[in-house]
């Protein structure tokens, strides 16, 4: 793409490159989280978590666990876990500035996702968080997102991904390793003390 190509800078601009959708497209779209909605959350072991700093600037996060790791609490209600990481907090941070958040729950071996939107508040009492513990440990804090819109996301983006086709793996060689890329990032650092601290963590301190 040329560097000068003209930017898209309004609706109707856009609407003059793509159709306009199905109904369905926005029919789908619910303010809670029915059966089919809490089901998919209840088998999934994996999300990604967006959120906004209050400088605008988006971000986005994994969060990943045994299945059904994202607590319904209700048909408007979800609690999410904040496992242990590099303590930077990033996620809520943004989210006490700017408590809105953006969800895409993901499950091994489906192609649809399912996209939950919604206010968020930080809950660091040890009775909220006791039910989201792991071998014994509860989160130091969970993040409690009141739904404003849930809907299931078409198959397609997964499918000409491949993402779940064990024939789409890398040789993991094809890439350097986690300390190896901070090392060329940061100065000073060592490559083989970050991925030896890293086996550690991952090993003895996922909770």
């Not at 994994?62 to 242990?84: A, S």
């Not at 130091?140 to 397609?156: I, N, P, Q």
């Not at 991904?161 to 100065?187: F, K, N």
Request: hydrophobic share 35%; with cysteine.
């Amino acid at each position: 793409m040329s560097n000068t190509a003209p930017a898209v800078t309004s609706h109707a601009e856009l609407r003059d490159v793509y159709r306009e959708p199905l109904p369905r497209a926005s029919q789908k779209v619910l303010d809670h989280l029915d059966t089919h909605c809490r089901k998919f959350i209840e088998m999934s072991p994996f999300c990604v978590l967006s959120s906004t700093g209050a400088d605008g600037r988006a971000d986005a996060s994994p969060r990943g666990d045994p299945p059904g790791f994202v607590k319904v609490l209700d048909e408007y209600t979800l609690l999410i876990p904040d496992r242990p990481g590099n303590n930077q907090v990033d996620t809520l941070q943004n989210v006490l500035n700017h408590p809105v958040v953006g969800l895409l729950f993901f499950v091994p071996g489906m192609n649809e996702t399912l996209r939950v939107c919604g206010s968020a508040e930080i809950v660091a009492e040890h009775g909220a968080l006791e039910p989201l513990s792991v071998g014994g440990k509860a989160p130091l804090s969970g993040l409690k997102v009141t739904v404003k819109d849930a809907f299931l996301h078409c198959g397609r983006a997964l499918i000409r991904s491949r993402l779940w086709d064990p024939e789409a793996q890398i040789d993991r060689s094809a890439y350097p390793t986690y300390g190896q890329v901070l090392a060329e990032q940061i100065t000073g650092a060592n490559a083989a003390a970050i991925d030896s601290e890293e086996d550690e963590a991952n090993r003895n301190k996922l909770y």
